[in-house]
Nanobody
Framework: VQLQASGGGLVQAGGSLRLSCVVS????????MAWFRQGPGKEREFVAG????????TYTDSVKGRFTISRDNAKNTVYLQMNSLKPEDTAVYTC?????????????????????WGQGTLVTVSS
């Protein structure tokens, strides 16, 4: 199983970007997928997650109302639409997947629960 993230780049404050993460490999149905990020000099943090079956999303407070996570079951792809970007959103964004099951929210927020990780994609927001 491989996760391939794309869509990062340089954008001005107030702008938008859409990240994509494609899951490939053997037949795989995640229980949940999420985006994490690690900014300069910061620890990795949870950004947004989604239950694969129901599509129910969850967000960290700092991105609520600005970011939207979604998934396309047919394409095995999860997206992160990021609007009203701020300089503090600058980070390497990484997608991750939990193998199977129906994880609860506390599990989705816990990076140690994730079985598969993609490579990061850099998002830089200039002021």
């Amino acid at each position: 199983v491989q996760l391939q993230a794309s869509g990062g780049g340089l954008v001005q404050a107030g702008g938008s970007l859409r990240l994509s993460c494609v899951v490939s490999g053997r037949t795989f149905r995640p229980g949940a997928m999420a985006w994490f990020r690690q900014g300069p000099g910061k620890e990795r943090e949870f950004v947004a997650g989604i239950k694969w079956g129901s599509g129910s999303p969850t967000y960290t407070d700092s991105v609520k109302g600005r970011f939207t996570i979604s998934r396309d079951n047919a394409k095995n792809t999860v997206y992160l639409q990021m609007n009203s970007l701020k300089p503090e959103d600058t980070a390497v964004y990484t997608c991750a997947a939990i193998r199977g099951g129906n994880p609860i929210l506390s599990t989705i927020w816990n990076m140690r629960a994730y079985d598969y990780w993609g490579q990061g994609t850099l998002v830089t927001v200039s002021s």
